[in-house]
């Protein structure tokens, strides 16, 4: 199969979770994949990738908040905004010293305890109180509280149509909500439908619960990690992110055998 789209997550997968540099072995194969003209994806549940990452990828196409915004050849292509009654439903959440994020297309509302130094992540950002936060143009909301999954739970339950990742392992602590249709699957789809891929040609890599949507429609899936939630969707298993450049470099040499084949066919 020679893949058309590959499309990254990137925590656990293109960056060890919460790097912000791609390892330098990731970086020289998709530097021979690139010289291939093998479009990339990014596929992330941060709002914005890392510097590094566009740099070392040269991505076709960028899907941030876990699907929530795509952008194709650096155009916005879509954007899944939170109605108000449910953003309202997902902010009253009743948990004491919970930590909660949400994030517009431009700006991050947080609450910053008091004496307390910005963190790093944010320093450089554009960012506001959470009571700030618009009702219309949220894209993403997250929290982090030892006890989230019970209002994951709940939320669920009160509303089924949103999309909730985390709140398991690997990110106990951590729960993501965006609105329907803003899933990781749903990007894969609307990537590969605005480049004109079949999902049979794509490959997809992911290692947790919020890629499961994407590596479920993949024609190759690959896990990275071993989380057993993913297993029944993975063609092929990998380690861990520093094994994903020598895979990378493997698949770029199969890619240039055919090419190289085809060549000969032709000519």
Partial sequence: MSALLLAFDL???????????????TRAALRRLHALNIPVAIITGRDMPPDDVLDAAQPT?????????????GTLHRETRFDPADLKAVLAHELDDARVMAFTADKVYVDIPPNTPVPQWLAYRPHAPLSEAPAQGVLKVGFYHPDIRGWRDALAESHPHLVMTGAQPPYTDFLTITPAGADKGA???????????????????????NDLAML???????????LPLLRPYAHEVLDGPETL??????????LERDALSFQKVVF
């Fill in 187 to 209: 990007a894969l789809l609307a990537i590969a439908q605005g480049l004109g891929i079949e999902l049979a040609d794509t490959m997809v890599f992911g290692d947790s619960d």
């Fill in 61 to 73: 196409a960028v899907a941030t908040n876990n699907g929530g915004r795509i952008l194709l050849g």
């Fill in 11 to 25: 925590d656990g997968t293109l960056l060890p979770d919460g790097g912000q540099r791609v390892p330098p072995a």
């Fill in 245 to 254: 450049g020598a895979y990378l470099e493997a698949l770029a040499e199969r």
């Fill in 216 to 226: 479920e429609l993949a024609g190759v899936a690959v896990q990275v990690g071993h």
